[in-house]
C-alpha cells in the first residue's frame, strides 16, 4: 500500500479501517459562499452602513461565542486535547475545528452542544442587539455550523466508537 493514506480505499490508521469517506465537491462549496453573499446582500439591501457592521459582528461574534463553547464543552465532556484542534478558514472548514482525528461520538455531542448552547448565547444578547445584528448572528451561526452538521447526518448511522478525518476537501470516518 503506497501513496497518500487519504488516496488508498482501503486505508487504515493503527487499527482502524477506512469505512466511509465524504467529499465535499465543488457545487457544495461553491452554493456554502452563496449563501453568506445572499444573506450580505440581504443585509447591505435591508439596513445599509448597519447590515454591514452586523454582518462583521455577526462572523467575529459568532466564532468567539463558538470558540468558547468548544473549550468549556471539551473541558466537560472528553480530556481537552487542545492540540487536536486549531483554526481554519477556509471554506466550508472555517472556524475553530478539529486538525487531528476526532472520536466520532465526540464530535456529534460537541456539535450538538454547540448548536443548541450557541443559539442560547445568541439569544442573551438580545435585549442589547439590534435587528441586523441579530439576524447576523443567527445566520452565521447556522452557516458555519452547517458543512459539520451535515457531515454528522451523513454519519448518522456510523458507530460512535469510529474516528473522524477532517481535510479541506473531504471527510474521512474510520472504524476498528
Same mark, same amino acid.
Request: glycine letters at 6%; a positive charge.
Given at each position: ?56 459582528? /455577526? ?6 461565542? #463558538?470558540?468558547?463553547?468548544?473549550? @468549556?464543552?471539551? !473541558?466537560? $465532556?472528553?480530556? &481537552? ?23 466520532? /461520538? ?6 450538538? #452542544?454547540?448548536?443548541?448552547?450557541? @443559539?442560547?448565547? !445568541?439569544? $442573551?444578547?438580545? &435585549? ?42 473531504? $471527510? ?5
Amino acid at each position: 500500500m503506497r501513496g497518500k493514506l487519504a488516496e488508498q480505499e482501503k486505508a487504515t490508521i493503527y487499527q482502524y479501517q477506512l469505512k466511509q469517506k465524504i467529499t465535499v465537491r465543488d457545487e457544495l462549496y461553491r452554493s456554502h459562499l452563496c449563501v453568506l453573499a445572499i444573506l450580505a446582500i440581504f443585509l447591505l439591501i435591508m439596513y445599509r452602513v448597519e447590515g454591514v457592521k452586523a454582518l462583521g459582528i /455577526g462572523i467575529i461574534g459568532t466564532q468567539i461565542i #463558538h470558540f468558547i463553547i468548544i473549550r @468549556l464543552t471539551l !473541558i466537560r $465532556v472528553d480530556e &481537552p486535547d487542545y492540540r487536536r484542534w486549531g483554526w481554519r478558514v477556509v471554506a466550508p472548514w472555517i472556524g475553530y475545528i478539529p486538525t487531528a482525528h476526532i472520536e466520532l /461520538g465526540l464530535f456529534r455531542r460537541l456539535h450538538r #452542544h454547540l448548536l443548541w448552547l450557541g @443559539l442560547c448565547a !445568541i439569544g $442573551v444578547f438580545y &435585549p442589547w442587539a439590534n435587528e441586523a445584528t441579530m439576524i447576523s448572528l443567527i445566520m452565521c451561526h447556522v452557516w458555519f455550523l452547517a458543512p459539520r452538521l451535515v457531515v454528522v447526518r451523513r454519519l448518522k448511522k456510523a458507530k460512535r466508537e469510529g474516528i473522524l478525518k477532517i481535510a479541506s476537501n473531504e $471527510v474521512s470516518f474510520y472504524h476498528r
